[in-house]
């Protein structure tokens, strides 16, 4: 080897020439002495590494009184070296050093051929890519390979019998010494992986450590082994791997749009990136699409964003901000291709001109390279992610960064879209809902009521709960609450079709068990279904799901009597407070859910003293997982009881006390303070089933009219109570009765021990008979049948301000 401008000294004697081969080692020197040249043979020779000897003295390679070589483990190596100084230009140019182990260059060839089994081990030794060391049981170094020598930057006498927490501080190699102790300690092996930044990397890198003992044949534990990879490209191909696969289950557990977006953030923040930003158009919060993508600048509304004060791109106060169409935001959406940029391309620059508040803001920031990939999901862009790093210890996203944020954003773009959908139909679900349901406090004689509906959390979809408040003939009220199974907008519908039909059921004055079996039956038997082929039937057959699960409460309050009828269809039972304040479960029979079929339902009767408070709920007021639901009751009892102003007070005051985290179901909560009406204003007869007996009823009635003040409707209540009594007795059983109640109307009831129901029909000019009814139909405002455990019960009700003294003309 010879320095391209020099020429040689004088010659050599042959004795002291070398023969230069494979056993010849070669350094070259500036004329400083400073080694600027280093061959192969000379690594192999002396042990150093090219990058750990240039620009060190070439007197360093020998021993103090120049007799032979000095090894990079300290012991010295007998050579034959030869020394030549180099001319150049007729200056001195530096010195070259040409050494060769003892022996002749035969006996060096003859032993690379065949080398014994101690140079095959050092050579494995120094060689070895992996980084080795060797400690001793108080984890000082003995002795490390040129691959460890070259990451610690040290030279092995400068190593030797420290510590290397001592020379290089670091908290994984401090560390090491623990973990070398321990495997002395112990003799067994282990193995560690940590983060250690070497001397001349910018970054920490990933390493894996083996550490395993070293015997002697004894058995005993004489020094600790190490060796350590440095493994940073697998470890962070396994972190993206790791990412996708985390991706999949932590991002989309809730149909939230802000926080499904949160979660992408939250996933990738810091693992990925310093910042990440996930910004939607503003209609994909309301549920919609955007109708159009614009070419110009682009307004799009934060979803999301970690850290959650960021160091760019913060948005105005209503959470929106314009994006320019020359920003990479406006252009991966106008696009819809991703885009990976450094901070100084032409593109950002133009984008810094256009946008003077994002320049300072990512400058201060010292950020550096930037991803952004639009949101799209099935073929619409919804929005863009913005994946940032500015940390110096970070490196520039690659270009397979950027495939790892498109799959990423890819996943998370069909969660946001299943939110956007859910928040879509859960808006549709509410508002029918809302729009089906009764609205403010419903005002009724019989009693004051308030209620609640409160639709499940976002998190879940809007559910089938309903109640209602139905004013029945005779100043009687119908309260009902009802569950209907499963979620969405068809919950919702069949919720209001279910309300319909109980509306419908209640018109024609059924006893509670009647109207849930007839109810269950539209439930069961839906059109077509019901086997005899017309696919006809009763008002609401055709209007019900024959697959819809539901359970119903349906109770009735006459406040004539002070009675109420109750009767329940797989729907919990209600509370009663008494005057008193003690509250109790009303004990009524459990009958089967809605849809099952052929399965009887039972009422049950109770007497309510006046002031009583009855509270109709559905199951989402008292299941909550984790709680048992007996103790839930309990605490609505309790809840039922507190002193408040209002029944609306009331309300609240009890969705409050069983309030139990996030809502997962309806809650539909119908509560009902009863009135009695006084007995003044209520006036009973029992009445002989002898045809005499109607004169001296009339009688009665005309002075109870009196006594009322209501002299005025004495005509058409005479006319009434005649017809209805006569047909009592000539056509029903005994016992009759008659009631007259006065409230807002003037009702008259007449019952009697038959089932036999009458009905309206239009008499011929001959007949002497048949006129009975249709009188009453025209001479009042409404008039029916019910039908009781006893028998049947026919009414008629006048409007109290309505003149009746003279007959009008038919």
Not at 276 to 298: I, K, Q, R
Not at 618 to 628: C, I, K, M
Not at 667 to 686: C, F, I, K, P, S
Request: aromatic letters at 6%.
């Amino acid at each position: 080897m010879a320095h391209p401008h020099a020429r040689s000294g004088p010659p050599l004697p042959e004795s002291a020439r070398i023969h230069v081969g494979t056993a010849a080692a070669t350094a070259v020197s500036d004329p400083a002495g400073r080694i600027v040249l280093w061959s192969g043979a000379a690594e192999a020779l002396w042990g150093y590494a090219p990058e750990e000897v240039i620009g060190r003295p070439l007197a360093g390679l020998l021993t103090t009184d120049g007799a032979a070589l000095l090894h990079r483990d300290g012991h010295s190596v007998e050579a034959r070296v030869c020394v030549s100084p180099l001319v150049a230009s007729g200056q001195p140019g530096g010195f070259v050093l040409i050494a060769e182990a003892q022996g002749t260059a035969e006996e060096a060839r003859s032993g690379a051929q065949d080398p014994g089994d101690e140079a095959l081990m050092r050579w494995a030794f120094e060689q070895h890519p992996a980084h080795l060391g060797i400690f001793d049981c108080e984890a000082r170094n003995l002795k490390q390979n040129r691959t460890m020598a070259r990451a610690t930057g040290l030279r092995e006498e400068e190593l030797r019998d420290r510590h290397l927490g001592e020379l290089v501080p670091d908290a994984a190699l401090i560390e090491n010494d623990r973990w070398i102790r321990q495997v002395a300690a112990t003799g067994e092996a282990a193995q560690r992986e940590t983060f250690l930044r070497v001397p001349g990397e910018p970054k920490p890198h990933a390493w894996t450590v083996d550490f395993y003992p070293l015997r002697d044949p004894l058995g005993q534990v004489r020094a600790v082994g190490m060796s350590a990879y440095d493994y940073s490209q697998q470890y962070e191909s396994r972190e993206r791997l790791a990412l996708l696969s985390e991706a999949r289950t932590r991002i989309g557990t809730t149909l939230e749009l802000t926080e499904t977006a949160g979660e992408l953030a939250a996933l990738l923040v810091p693992r990925f990136a310093d910042v990440v930003t996930v910004d939607l158009f503003e209609a994909v919060f309301g549920g919609e699409l955007p109708t159009s993508v614009p070419s110009g600048p682009v307004l799009l509304r934060r979803a999301a964003q970690r850290p959650e004060s960021p160091v760019w791109g913060c948005p105005a106060p209503d959470g929106t901000r314009w994006h320019p169409a020359s920003s990479p935001v406006g252009r991966c959406v106008a696009t819809g291709r991703a885009e990976l940029h450094d901070l100084t391309d032409p593109h950002v620059t133009r984008w810094f001109a256009d946008d003077p508040t994002a320049a300072a803001e990512l400058r201060a920031s010292g950020a550096h390279s930037l991803i952004t990939v639009p949101v799209r999901a099935r073929g619409t862009t919804l929005g863009a992610a913005v994946f940032l790093r500015h940390s110096a210890a970070r490196e520039s996203f690659t270009a397979t960064d950027l495939a790892v944020a498109e799959d990423l954003v890819a996943r998370a773009a069909i969660c946001l879209d299943n939110a956007r959908r859910f928040t879509r139909e859960h808006g549709m679900a509410i508002l029918l809902q809302s729009t089906l349901l009764p609205r403010g406090p419903i005002m009724h004689p019989g009693a004051e009521t308030a209620a609640r509906y409160l639709p499940a959390d976002r998190a879940s979809e809007a559910g089938g709960d309903w109640f209602d408040v139905i004013p029945l003939p005779c100043t009687r009220v119908g309260l009902v609450v009802g569950d209907v199974v499963g979620h969405g907008i068809g919950a919702a519908v069949t919720m209001g079709r279910l309300r319909t039909a109980v509306r419908t059921l209640a018109d024609i004055d059924l006893q509670p068990d009647e109207l849930l079996t007839h109810l269950d039956d539209m439930v069961t038997h839906p059109a077509g279904g019901r086997g005899d082929g017309s696919g006809a039937g009763a008002v609401g057959y055709d209007a019900i799901p024959g697959d819809v699960g539901a359970s119903c409460l349906y109770a009735v309050y006459d406040p004539a009597s002070g009675t109420c009828t109750l009767a329940r269809a797989g729907h919990p039972p209600p509370v009663l407070v008494r005057p008193d304040g003690t509250a109790e479960v009303v004990d009524v029979p459990a009958g089967p859910p809605l849809g099952l079929g052929s399965l009887p339902f039972e009422a049950a009767e109770l007497t309510i003293p006046e002031g009583s408070l009855l509270a109709l709920f559905t199951d989402g007021l008292v299941a909550a997982r984790g709680h048992d639901i007996d103790e839930r009751v309990d605490e609505l009892r309790e809840a039922l009881t507190r002193s408040v102003p209002s029944l609306e007070e009331l309300c609240d005051t009890v969705l409050e006390s069983l309030r139990s985290g996030t809502r997962t179901d309806d809650v539909a909560l119908l509560v009902a303070r009863t009135r009695v009406l006084g007995r003044e204003n209520v006036a009973e007869w029992n009445v002989p089933a002898d045809a005499a007996a109607v004169a001296g009823v009339r009688k009665q009635v005309d002075e109870r009219l009196t006594a009322w003040e209501l002299e005025e409707a004495a005509f058409t209540t005479e006319l009434v109570v005649s017809e209805l009594v006569t047909n009592a007795i000539r056509y029903g059983t005994e016992p009759i009765r008659l009631r007259l109640i006065r409230d807002r109307s003037l009702v008259c009831e007449v019952s009697d021990g038959s089932s036999t129901a009458p009905h309206l029909r239009r008499a011929r000019d001959s007949d002497e008979g048949g006129r009975g009814l249709f009188l009453i139909a025209e001479l009042t405002q409404r008039w029916g049948t019910r039908y009781t455990s006893a028998g049947k019960c026919i009414w008629a009700e006048q409007n109290l301000g309505r003149s009746s003294r003279t007959a009008p003309e038919f």
